[in-house]
Antibody, heavy 122, light 111 residues
């Protein structure tokens, strides 16, 4: 089955760190760009970050730049998001999403995980 | 990079057609054929409904259609059904460092 499963969410204090994981299965993970998208409680979707297939290219939303780091392990079919210096406003459900197959130039997200909740609170 | 502008809510009766607009700028919606639309039911993951302005993924009903004019994209749902009640988000590639931007979201209610 083609799927993405996030894990690693939880409660963390402001200024703390957390690492999210996203396990991919059912497709050739190493051939795709991958993204993180988040959704604060009761709010809309916000694109967070993306990484290309071999980790040579990454991009971040201005709101997380310098604090979050996206990475991947193609041998483990897993995407990561290292979140440091967490703020109250980082509280959200974090979704991983599949982007374009390498070389296709697609600019949309065609497969989503169910998300993992990160709560930043003292 | 500000979020794309969508109406907070749109409603219609079963069988009717509704259109959701997504307003951006020449740096995002108007500059690329890279507008996509997502449906999200409460507590669920978003689902891709339209990509590249007006293309439907396999398995998505042909009652959903998309288009774009200038800096504004639109999603039309025809033959509205109860199962269409959900939140809808547009998304566009952008020329800014943020790369992708979502719309503010629209809650569709089937009366």
């Amino acid at each position: 089955e083609v799927q993405l499963v996030e894990s690693g969410g939880g409660l963390v204090q402001p200024g703390g760190s957390l690492r999210l994981s996203c396990a991919a299965s059912g497709f050739t993970f190493s051939s795709y760009w991958m993204h993180w998208v988040r959704q604060a409680p009761g709010k809309g979707l916000e694109w967070v970050s993306r990484v290309n297939n071999d980790e040579s290219s990454t991009n971040y939303a201005d709101s997380v730049k310098g604090r979050f780091t996206i990475s991947r392990d193609n041998a483990k079919n897993t995407l990561y998001l290292q979140m440091n210096s967490l703020r109250l406003e980082d509280t959200a459900v974090y979704f991983c999403a599949r982007g374009s197959m390498v070389g296709k130039g697609a600019r949309y997200f065609d497969l989503w995980g169910r998300g993992t909740l990160v709560t930043v609170s003292s | 990079q500000s979020a794309l502008t969508q109406p907070a809510s749109v409603s219609g009766s079963p069988g009717q057609s509704i259109t959701i607009y997504c307003s951006g700028t020449s740096s995002d919606v108007g500059g690329y054929k890279s507008v996509s639309w997502y449906q999200q039911h409460p507590g669920k993951a978003p689902k891709l409904m339209i990509f590249d302005v007006g293309n439907r993924p396999s398995g998505v009903s042909n009652r959903f259609s998309g288009s774009k004019s200038g800096n504004t994209a639109s999603l039309t749902i025809s033959g509205l059904q109860a199962e269409d009640e959900a939140d809808y988000y547009c998304n566009s590639y952008t020329s800014t460092s943020t790369v992708f931007v979502f719309g503010t979201g629209t809650k569709v209610t089937v009366l």
